[in-house]
T-cell receptor, first 114, second 118 residues
Framework: AQKVTQAQTEISVVEKEDVTLDCVYE???????LFWYKQPPSGELVFLIR??????QNEISGRYSWNFQKSTSSFNFTITASQVVDSAVYFC???????????FGRGTSLIVHP | ETGVTQTPRHLVMGMTNKKSLKCEQH?????MYWYKQSAKKPLELMFV???????ENNSVPSRFSPECPNSSHLFLHLHTLQPEDSALYLC?????????????????FGAGSRLTVL
């Protein structure tokens, strides 16, 4: 069985603050993939990043960075110097065991105030 | 058109109506998905089709009836719905089982159909 936990239901910050969204996963498989998606108010989920279980390198893309730690089964997402346009619901997801169907977390709603 | 297109974007129906939601993708993907997203609830996977064959039915009530005539089109037929079925219905597509590494599939989502049942 696989599971994704996003314990933070809603986070509210002021523009330019840094914010970290937590994601903890569970799987018995040694090969798996982790994803982050963003859902802005328009409704469409947009893919942000994918990592496989064999690549623990952290990744930075502009103001976004991801910290993958197998030791704590976490794949956290940090937004540096947040902006109002970052306001959205962010979903963490997991595929494992060769399945192509992801398990999604409950999502974290991020509200960035001007 | 690129991406995943869902129509209609908004739908209001009575409990005795019959309506359908449509999803279309021209990405060359082989798998298509229906998700339900209710307020304050997580994404709920409803159905998955891979190469037009249903591979997942997540205990969805029979008042929701999916149809996948080909790999590019997916429908969700609705009849005798309940007010609690009001939600955002999201369609997605991916390479599915035919992908080089199925687990690495990225889903492409449509903007959703906002359904209100009166």
């Amino acid at each position: 069985a696989q599971k994704v936990t996003q314990a933070q239901t809603e986070i509210s910050v002021v523009e330019k603050e840094d914010v970290t969204l937590d994601c903890v996963y569970e799987t018995r498989d040694t090969t798996y993939y982790l994803f982050w998606y963003k859902q802005p108010p328009s409704g469409e989920l947009v893919f942000l990043i994918r990592r496989n279980s064999f690549d623990e390198q952290n990744e930075i893309s502009g103001r976004y960075s991801w910290n993958f730690q197998k030791s704590t089964s976490s794949f956290n997402f940090t937004i540096t110097a947040s902006q109002v346009v970052d306001s959205a619901v962010y979903f963490c997801a997991l595929t494992s065991g060769g399945s192509y169907i992801p398990t999604f977390g409950r999502g974290t709603s991020l509200i960035v105030h001007p | 058109e690129t991406g995943v297109t869902q129509t209609p974007r908004h739908l209001v129906m009575g409990m005795t109506n019959k309506k359908s939601l449509k999803c279309e993708q021209h990405l060359g993907h082989n798998a298509m998905y229906w998700y339900k997203q209710s307020a304050k609830k997580p994404l709920e996977l409803m159905f998955v089709y891979n190469f037009k064959e249903q591979t997942e039915n997540n205990s969805v009530p029979s008042r929701f009836s999916p149809e996948c005539p080909n790999s590019s089109h997916l429908f969700l037929h609705l009849h005798t719905l309940q007010p609690e079925d009001s939600a955002l219905y999201l369609c997605a597509s991916s390479q599915g089982a035919a992908g080089l590494v199925p687990g690495a599939n990225v889903l492409t989502f449509g903007a959703g159909s906002r359904l209100t049942v009166l």
